[in-house]
T-cell receptor, first 113, second 114 residues
């Protein structure tokens, strides 16, 4: 069985400051890793994913995450946040293509002006 | 292309009543998933359909929950009878390409059992 831990339930951050959302997972098998974002009153949207290859993955809106196998982590970073990044972010894993996602508890990011 | 839609967006019922949630996946997506988030906890998997067949129902909490997917199109999740602990947000997701495993989520149905 897999499990995902998001160490911070809430992260307040000022606009244009950097942010890092931490995600650690445990699994007895190789996993695929995902970050989803939920903006207010919307469904979850895929932000980025790691399936294989380069351990650094990037999204189109400036987020990046790095897969660290030895530390079983997949932390999400953005060097400069915008007000529009205010949302809840979820880290998730699945053990195979098409399999169910196992989510962390979510991290609420509140970007302040 | 329309996204995943869910109906209703909110439902408030009393303990012991029956509620049916509906999910319409993206057209052409054979894979349909149900998840649930109980207040303050993580999003948890309930079950996975491939077309009309249940591929994995390991997350269904008990036999008060019944999921169906008629003709491999839309899906319903019925809770009968509802209990207080069933309150939460029920998400539906669909995917087409198993390899890339991108699941597209609906906005969720917020269920409140009083």
């Amino acid at each position: 069985a897999q499990s995902v831990t998001q160490l911070d339930s809430q992260v307040p951050v000022f606009e244009e400051a950097p942010v890092e959302l931490r995600c650690n997972y445990s699994s007895s098998v190789s996993v695929y890793l995902f970050w989803y974002v939920q903006y207010p009153n919307q469904g979850l949207q895929l932000l980025l994913k790691y399936l294989s290859g380069s351990t650094l993955v990037e999204s189109i809106n400036g987020f990046e995450a790095e897969f660290n196998k030895s530390q079983t982590s997949f932390h999400l970073r953005k060097p400069s946040v915008h007000i529009s990044d205010t949302a809840e972010y979820f880290c998730a894993v699945s053990k195979a293509a098409g399999n169910k996602l196992t989510f962390g508890g979510g991290t609420r990011v509140l970007v302040k002006p | 292309e329309a996204g995943v839609t869910q109906f209703p967006s909110h439902s408030v019922i009393e303990k012991g009543q029956t509620v049916t949630l509906r999910c319409d996946p993206i057209s052409g997506h054979d894979n349909l998933y149900w998840y649930r988030r109980v207040m303050g906890k993580e999003i948890k998997f309930l079950l996975h359909f491939v077309k009309e067949s249940k591929q994995d129902e390991s997350g269904m909490p008990n036999n008060r929950f019944l999921a169906e997917r008629t003709g491999g199109t839309y899906s319903t999740l019925k809770v009968q009878p509802a209990e207080l602990e069933d309150s939460g947000v029920y998400f539906c997701a669909s995917s087409q390409d198993l390899y890339y495993n991108e699941q597209f989520f609906g906005p969720g149905t917020r269920l409140t059992v009083l």
